[in-house]
């Protein structure tokens, strides 16, 4: 029986109103009691449009965002009641990878920095040396694809895809069990796209990351995912199995999803 | 454009300055920006060695020529001689010196304490913005040469004087565009990905904001170098700046004012320097933001 | 004699930068007919935005410059008409949608104000727009144009639409103003449409429902559409033909159900190998190695090559010429039929 690595309790989150010059906005509720439960080792993938909810739930699970009800445990940990030296230990566990490599690499910093920086931050967990994390960086890169004749770049020499495997890079800097991946792949382009896709792939099997991928492109959530959750306007809509809920979809949010997905269909053959 | 080399066997290695050769490839092709860099250098130029190259240094240090007063301009004395028969163009020359040092300085200054008091607002937020900034407003509501009027009258005249009396009214401008800058780089992807590796408030703030900021500042200073001349001058043009026989643009200028229009080149030259610099620090600023504006580079 | 609607041929177009000059539209040849969706597919920086933008004189020259080709629209050269002519076909008769939605709407004023606006100035060419008769008032007219324009936001998909024709762009969301620019470039019923990754940034339910539109539009109204894409899904969904662009070149054209079902370029099939489908198993993608080359010092034959499997020393000799694979199905390879062989196999 495979244990939850992350699990999600009834968790809702609204942002309350405030006030402005014309009177007071109105609350909004960015999730409603939301529970899903991600067990060690699966790619669990979240599909919500955009005002889903999806990027407060993965800035709750990073405690950047403090959920208004419901509780969020990693490893059975509530994170609401961890101390701020545990919170840190527990950011080199759970990593994330975000949409636009464009934005998320500091520009004025080296790769070398980049990727060691996680090292130097966790440093009381993982002691290290200058040395010792350079080399480590310098794996990290093997490790993604890229070399060590890169630690002396600087990202705006690097392209997207690149930038995506420097942003994988740092994310596994700190050793994390748990990746969080907010579409990683949707600025990139298809060729490149697959490439980070079966580099996501190979990691997995590598290291024994759990993956909880977030997207809006069901192609690639189907072809990555073990589990899917679809989230709608803060709601859970549907969760199960890739297959049972491609093939086999019961919310009308679901049929409307796959059936509005543009595909590439070869009448005749499947090859 | 944006997918250059994906694999490393076909990349082309590349020297860590490309970015400062592409910078001044682009700033090479504009040439008001050109004609800035050539107006500042000369200028700078001045600065360091103008006391030194003066053709009569003895009038710089003070010595009077009354035989020779008010000479009109000719090969022995280009800009002609003032009221005690000093070559005009060698206190023009000398002049540079206090001119640009003390506007250099008053900059320099006054970037170190809006960087400090912007950067503290934007990134701490809340009360501490509140006050920090109600503060930079109230600085700004008094007209900044009567504020430094107030504060050498109160210090007494002199070169350092000054340039803390000109500083302590020239910090707001930096304070409010560093704090601007400093929310906008909060909100960027990287520094969230920071705060999700467990990285410290001031290793975000040095390591990751501070540095994303810089390029603004670099460009408002020099913007703000001929209009920091300009001030300084105008304080020594007042009185209360550089006391004479030690040459100033400002002073250079208000001596000369009670001879015009007869003796006009005793005003004309250290006008002229005074236009020159306040001219090619401006093209060069605006050289300078075109070339470091955050938008068009990527 | 009449003319294809838009004609663009062997179209060179040379970028200068700090490196040097890059010849970034090597040769585009490619004809659009009324009623025909073109879907213009290619990794970014293979030229597609710059094929789309050149159609309507919106690429700066300098750092730009057009050294050999022509681009005629109904016959007339775009490239050598006066910059007056080019102006008012632009939003008239030639209608383009970017992808950025948030820099293409006048905060200043109303939505409706914006439309109306649009589809009186294109009524002036078209009187059959406004749909009344010739001899209304202004006022008619302006009546008339705000009930399209209403009309249109609906048909885009954005709720109550006549009530939000008061709003400004700033109480939009980003989806939302991609769906007004839409309707503001379909308003005046342009007779080409070029639409630069109009639904890139929309979620997929909101790209299905432009995209029926896109097509809908193309059946009343029998216009030419030009649709930049990198999403091959949306092409197979949307398009009547596609021109797959490889770094300038277009390497493979035709009729969208021959290309894909029948993909003949090296380039094409590493493209659709790449989409993960139903099938795909996990970890089985085959992604395109490589990267679009430098076009400064472009390779001299296929610039494909370098990252072909299949290519031969004679790919780099010189740049292949499309060659006719069935119909009006072309694709720029020389190695077309030991390719076919090598698949089968």
Redo the contacts between chains.
């Keep these: 029986m495979p244990e939850p690595i992350l699990q999600i309790e009834n968790v809702s989150k609204i942002y309350g109103a405030r006030r402005t010059l014309f009177g007071r906005t109105a609350e909004v509720q960015a999730l409603n009691n939301v529970s899903i439960s991600v067990q060690k080792g699966e790619s669990f993938g979240l599909v919500g449009e955009s005002g889903s909810g999806k990027t407060t739930l993965t800035r709750s699970i990073l405690h950047l965002e403090t959920p208004t009800a419901g509780r969020i445990l990693f490893e059975g940990q509530d994170l609401a009641h961890l101390s701020s030296a545990e919170l840190r230990r527990l950011r080199a566990r759970v990593q994330i990878v975000f949409q636009d490599p464009y934005a998320s690499l500091n520009p004025r910093m080296s790769v070398r920095d980049i990727v060691t920086e996680p090292m130097l931050v966790h440093n009381d967990i993982l002691n290290l040396n200058r040395g010792q994390r350079t080399d480590r960086a310098a794996e990290l890169l093997s490790l993604v694809g890229l070399g060590p004749q890169h630690l002396s770049r600087f990202p705006h020499e690097f392209s997207g895809g690149q930038r995506q495997r420097i942003c994988i890079a740092r994310a596994l800097a700190s050793g994390p069990e748990l990746l969080l991946l907010d579409e990683p792949t949707s600025a990139l382009d298809v060729s490149v796209q697959a490439q980070v896709l079966n580099l996501l792939c190979d990691l997995q099997d590598r290291l024994g990351l759990t993956y909880f991928f977030i997207s809006h492109d069901l192609a690639v959530v189907r072809y990555l995912c073990d589990r899917v959750a679809l989230i709608y306007r803060g709601e859970l809509v549907e969760e199960g199995e890739t297959d049972e809920i491609f093939d086999a979809p019961k919310s009308d949010y679901a049929k409307m999803l796959i059936g509005a997905m543009p595909e590439v269909k070869v009448r005749g053959s499947a090859a | ?8 066997e ?1 990349e082309i290695p ?1 020297p ?1 300055d ?2 400062l ?2 910078a001044l ?2 700033f090479r092709q504009s040439k008001l920006s050109m004609l800035g860099a050539a107006v500042v250098a000369i200028v700078l130029f001045f600065t360091a060695f103008g006391t030194i190259l003066a053709p009569y240094p003895e009038h710089v240090a003070g010595a009077v020529d009354t035989a020779n007063r008010f000479q009109p301009p000719s090969l022995t004395h280009p800009f002609g001689t003032n009221e005690l028969g000093q070559d005009v163009l060698s206190l023009v020359m000398a002049g540079a010196t206090v001119s640009v040092l003390a506007g250099f300085g008053v900059v320099l200054i006054g970037t170190l304490i809006g960087t400090l008091v912007g950067a503290v607002a934007g990134f701490v937020g809340g009360w501490t913005d509140e006050g920090l900034m109600r503060l930079t407003d109230l600085t700004l509501t008094i007209p900044s040469l009567i504020l430094a009027m107030a504060i050498a009258a109160a210090l007494g005249p002199g070169f350092t004087n000054m340039v803390i009396a000109i500083s302590l009214s020239w910090w707001p401008g930096y304070a409010r565009l560093v704090r601007g800058e400093v929310l906008a780089a909060r909100e ?3 520094v ?9 408030p001031s ?1 975000i703030l040095f ?2 904001i501070l ?2 900021v810089v390029s603004p500042i670099i460009v408002k200073m020099s913007l703000d170098m001929g209009f920091a001349i300009l001030t300084v001058a105008g304080l020594g043009f007042i009185g209360i700046g550089v006391r004479p026989p030690t040459p100033e643009w400002g002073t250079l200028l208000s001596l000369s004012r009670s001879y015009m229009p007869d003796y006009w080149w005793t005003a004309m030259a250290p006008g002229m320097a005074m236009f020159f610099a306040v001219f090619g620090f401006n093209l060069l600023g605006d050289g300078l933001r075109d070339i470091l504006d955050p938008k068009a ?2 | 004699m009449t003319y294809p609607l838009l004609d663009i041929r062997n179209l060179h177009l040379t970028m200068t930068s700090f490196d040097g000059a890059a010849h970034v539209l090597n040769g585009i040849d490619l004809t659009v007919n009324r009623g025909e969706i073109w879907g213009l597919v290619g990794e970014s920086g293979c030229g597609k935005s710059l094929t789309g933008l050149s159609i309507s004189r919106l690429v700066s020259t300098p750092p730009a410059r057009y050294i050999d080709g022509e681009i005629l629209f109904e016959g007339r050269d775009i490239l050598s008409l006066p910059a007056k002519e080019v102006q008012s076909l632009r939003g008239k008769r030639i209608g383009m949608i970017f992808q950025d939605p948030t820099t293409n709407l006048n905060p200043s004023y109303r939505i409706g104000e914006q439309l109306v606006d649009v589809a009186l100035a294109a009524a002036s060419h078209d009187a059959s727009i406004l749909d009344c008769p010739p001899n209304a008032s202004r006022r008619e007219r302006r009546r008339a144009a705000r009930r399209l324009a209403g009309d249109m936001l609906d048909r885009v998909g954005i709720p109550n639409a006549e009530a939000r024709l008061d709003n400004y762009p700033h109480e939009f969301s980003g989806g939302m103003r991609q769906r007004v620019l839409i309707a503001m470039a379909l308003i005046g019923r342009p007779d080409l449409l070029i639409a630069d990754e109009p639904t890139t940034a929309l979620d997929v339910s909101v790209q299905a429902q432009i995209l029926k539109l896109l097509k809908g539009t193309v059946a009343d109204h029998f216009i030419g559409v030009i649709l930049i894409t990198h999403n091959l899904g949306v092409v197979a969904e949307t398009c009547s033909h596609v021109a797959v662009m490889y770094a300038g070149n277009i390497v493979e054209s035709g009729p969208v159900a021959e290309v894909i079902e029948r993909p003949a370029h090296p380039y094409t099939k590493a493209l659709m190998a790449s989409i993960p489908t139903k099938h795909s198993k996990r970890g089985s993608l085959n992604g395109l190695g490589g990267s679009v080359p430098n076009l400064i010092s472009a390779p001299p034959g296929c610039r494909f090559a370098p990252r072909c499997s299949r290519a031969v020393e004679a790919c780099t000799q010189t740049l292949p010429q499309p060659v006719q694979v069935g119909g009006t199905h072309h694709a720029a390879c020389i190695r077309l039929n030991e390719t076919e062989d090598l698949v089968d196999a």
């Design positions: 454009m944006s997918e250059t080399a994906q694999t490393s076909v590349r860590a490309d970015r050769r592409r490839f682009r960027e992807v990287y969230t990905a920071a705060r999700a590796i467990g990285a410290n290793r390591r990751h540095p994303n580079r990527r």
